[in-house]
């Protein structure tokens, strides 16, 4: 069954680098995109971009160009997120999220890292 | 910074069917993108519930359907049950610079 296993809950200091990880399993990593997905506190979901594991291309939404690197281990069938330059509303759950091949849904969810930006 | 607006909430009572509207603009929805919904139980990451606009994934009770029609999209619970309280989530592809995969501002289903 298809799983993504996320790394545990982190706290930086604003101005900091957080580094949030998700393991897949299941099936075959390279052959589907994984896309990156925050939701701060009580709020809605907003997505911050893509990565092919085969290629390792990447795409970014405009809000976060400049501060978020997407990267892959396909030798250990990980997908990495780093976000720099942390600022207090930089706080949320982070999410990975499978990029099906039907219709482009979002078909599988890792189950989020809590990242908490605080002085 | 949500693209497709949705209703904050909207309740009933048990076995009631209940809608939620989720209405883009021509550069989404009305650009035939297709519209996915998410389901996302307190406390738990996000599910996916509808793909395709109206298509259930496999487990995903036939209470659940979609729709959608020019610039809008709909989601329908019909025989509301009390494991259905939760946020709805739409989701689609917007070709505007604004972002590529946008979703909708989410809506919180109660039950009665």
């Known amino acids: 069954q298809v799983q993504l296993v996320q790394s545990g809950a982190e706290v930086k200091k604003p101005g900091a680098s957080v580094k949030v990880s998700c393991k897949a399993s299941g099936y075959t990593f390279t052959g589907y995109y994984m896309h990156w997905v925050r939701q701060a506190p009580g709020q809605g979901l907003e997505w911050m971009g893509w990565?092919?594991?085969?290629?390792?291309?990447?795409n970014y939404a405009q809000r976060f160009q400049g501060r978020v690197t997407m990267t892959r281990d396909t030798s250990i069938s990980t997908a990495y997120m780093e976000l720099r330059r942390l600022r207090s509303d930089d706080t949320a759950v982070y999410y990975c999220?499978?990029?099906?091949?039907?219709?482009?849904?979002?078909?599988?969810w890792g189950q989020g890292t809590l990242v908490t930006v605080s002085s | 910074q949500s693209v497709l607006t949705q209703p904050p909430s909207v309740s009933g009572a048990p076995g009631q069917r209940v809608t939620i509207s989720c209405t883009g603009s021509s550069s989404n929805i009305g650009a035939h993108y297709d519209v996915h919904w998410y389901q996302q139980l307190p406390g738990t990451a996000p599910k996916l519930l509808i793909y395709?606009?109206?298509n259930r994934p496999s487990g995903v009770p036939d209470r659940f359907s979609g729709s959608k029609s020019g610039t809008s999209a709909s989601l329908a619970i019909t025989g509301l049950q009390a494991e259905d309280e939760a946020d709805y989530y739409c989701?689609?592809?917007?070709?505007?610079?604004?972002?590529?995969?946008?979703f909708g501002t989410g809506t919180k289903v109660t039950v009665l």
């Open positions: 395709g606009n109206n």
């Open positions: 999220a499978r990029g099906s091949d039907r219709y482009g849904e979002f078909d599988y």
């Open positions: 989701q689609s592809y917007d070709s505007s610079l604004s972002g590529f995969y946008v």
């Open positions: 990565i092919n594991p085969n290629s390792g291309g990447t």
